[in-house]
């Protein structure tokens, strides 16, 4: 199967870091995509990971570790415009593409 | 803009109407998707299409219906719906099927089934 769980909800402070995890059961994966979505808006795409190690973008980064099934997305400088739902993903190859995680959702506090 | 457009925004529908869901790019793309997001579920992937032929389709009822008349326009035709197909509808693109290409998503249609 394909299990992949995220924290439901995180609260965190303007100005502050926060770790959002992502882990999964599953193997044979493209990578693993990160994507932030603001309420009743589209999903955007914030990283990709393919190779085990930190992909850095900014104030966000991306950590990915194959042999212990997680991935984390970093976000430091935290500011208001942050608080939206953030989805992890996995992707497959031809067809069976992306499986999503239920989403983290967080706010940040003044 | 994320170049991905769905129309309607909102939909309200009685169980026995039947409607549409429209989705256009112009990225240039050549796979859609159509994907349900319900409250507290995860993304869920209902269809697939790759340069206009359906790739996937994740046992959705029949009530359902895609339909990918080229590789700019995705249609989801609804009839007989029940109340617990009340959800946001999103539409996505990405340059191919490959699964190492990130999907762009348009804003979603937000149904209703009374």
């Known amino acids: 199967g394909q299990n992949i769980d995220q924290p439901t909800e995180m609260t965190a402070t303007e100005g502050a870091i926060v770790q959002i995890n992502c882990t999964y059961q599953?193997?044979?994966?493209?990578?693993l995509f990160w994507y932030q979505q603001h309420a009743g808006e589209a999903p955007t795409f914030l990283s990709y990971?393919?190779?085990?190690g930190l992909e850095e973008k900014g104030r966000f980064s991306s950590f990915l570790s194959r042999s212990k099934g997680y991935s984390y997305l970093l976000l430091k400088e935290l500011q208001m415009k942050d608080s939206a739902s953030y989805l992890c993903?996995?992707?497959?190859?031809?067809?069976?593409?992306?499986?999503f995680g239920p989403g983290t959702r967080l706010s940040v506090l003044p | 803009e994320t170049g991905v457009t769905q129309t309607p925004r909102h939909l309200v529908m009685g169980m026995t109407n039947k409607k549409s869901l429209k989705c256009e790019q112009h990225?240039?793309?050549?796979?859609m998707y159509w994907y349900k997001q319900s409250a507290k579920k995860p993304l869920e992937l209902m269809f697939v299409?790759?340069?206009?032929?359906?790739?996937e389709n994740n046992s959705v009822p029949s009530r359902f219906s895609p339909e990918c008349p080229n590789s700019s326009h995705l249609f989801l035709h609804l009839h007989t719906l029940q109340p617990e197909d009340s959800a946001l509808y999103l539409c996505?693109?990405?340059?191919?099927?490959?699964?190492?290409?990130?999907?762009?998503f348009g804003s979603g249609t937000q149904l209703s089934v009374l």
């Open positions: 996505a693109s990405s340059q191919d099927d490959r699964g190492d290409e990130k999907l762009f």
């Open positions: 599953t193997s044979g994966f493209n990578g």
């Open positions: 990971n393919v190779l085990d």
């Open positions: 993903a996995v992707s497959y190859p031809y067809g069976q593409n992306f499986v």
């Open positions: 990225l240039g793309h050549n796979a």
């Open positions: 299409y790759s340069l206009e032929e359906r790739v």
